[in-house]
């Protein structure tokens, strides 16, 4: 009967052990599926030029993502996040839309990573804003 109530106790005390292990195993990987959230910020500044206040679009094939909005001859940045503006692994196009008027501005695609600055310079002919990208 010693014998018995020592194989329990072992028993009982390996299941206890790998339950225990198994716990934190499984602890360590929910943590790493679950995870710190990924910086995949990028930086937006705008500058506009332009008299009019201008809305900033990120277009994605036939939709687009409000950015925000720059006050005339005023300077604004967002930080956002490049999966929010981007579903084709960083490609994205912005688009300039001033209020009050018809003309509008359309950058090329970009392909942005993680940590750029892209700086949209919106002129009083909105035709002719320019941009640049700076960063990793």
Known sequence: ??????RRRWLSLVTLSLALASTITLGGCFKRMRGEPIDDTVTIEV??????????????GSSRVRIGQVTGTGH????????KISTGGGDVRFH???????R???TET??????????LYIESDVGRSTLSIRGP
Do not use: C, K
């Open 1 to 6: 009967m010693m014998r018995s109530n020592s």
């Open 47 to 60: 500058e506009n030029r332009n008299f009019l206040d201008v809305v900033i679009y990120s277009l994605q």
């Open 76 to 83: 604004s940045s967002f930080d956002i996040s490049l999966r």
């Open 96 to 102: 300039a839309d001033p209020v009050g008027s018809s």
């Open 104 to 106: 509008t501005w359309t």
């Open 110 to 119: 970009l392909h942005l990573v993680p940590g750029q600055v892209v700086e």
